[in-house]
């Protein structure tokens, strides 16, 4: 796993499409500007809803990883 500093966590394992984009929603609305958010999902879905949530709301995709049992995601609120 890769070391990003984050100042927020928001485990959304086990939860499905549209759960996990909801929450990141609402999570980020909450942050301040600049912050960074690590989103962990199961949801194989995500890797195509969290690059086109990011690109459609700005905030910036600072990287993705996967492994067997898990999708890490890393936003920045813009």
Known sequence: MTKITHQHLLD?????CPEPIM???TQ????????????????PATTRDVAKFSQ?????LV????DENQYRYW???A
């Open 23 to 25: 929450l990141l929603h």
């Open 28 to 43: 980020l609305n909450k942050m301040s500007t600049g912050e960074t958010l690590l989103l962990i999902a199961t949801d």
């Open 12 to 16: 959304t394992s086990g939860l499905y």
């Open 63 to 66: 990287h993705q990883e996967e």
């Open 56 to 60: 459609f709301l700005k905030h910036p």
């Open 75 to 77: 936003l920045t609120k």
